[in-house]
């Protein structure tokens, strides 16, 4: 059986396309073989907060943000979704801290909390802007 140009064509610019796809998020910071458990937190200001940047916890990084939305229905504060890998187990007094350096690269730095009474994923964490130099 003769393959035509036009499939072969077809096929390397599918697998091509693919490529360039999951080499984008990856870059990104998604990882697409773990599981991640998503958590939410409410600011008054993000002041430059952007998707994918960092979430740390005692200078250790295990999650990212993935999303923020602007609630307009609240008084215009700010819904940050955060996904964290699914390994890190966050309790009921979890504080997320928006921080930010000396270059100005923003991040929230995540307090756990009591873990022996765990949020559930989808739960909102409480939110604290912190007050730098």
Known sequence: M???KELKVGIFMMVAITVLYLGFNYLKGI?????NDKYYA???NVDGLNASNP???NGFAV???SSIRLLQKSSGKILVEIDINGEIIIG???VATLNSD???NKSILLTPGDISKPKQ????LLARLDKGI
């Open 2 to 4: 003769k393959v035509s």
């Open 31 to 35: 990882d697409f073989f773990s599981s």
């Open 42 to 44: 409410v600011y008054e």
């Open 55 to 57: 979430v740390f916890i």
């Open 63 to 65: 999650g990212r943000v």
């Open 92 to 94: 009921d007094s979890a």
């Open 102 to 104: 000396f270059l100005g």
């Open 121 to 124: 994923p989808g739960d909102t």
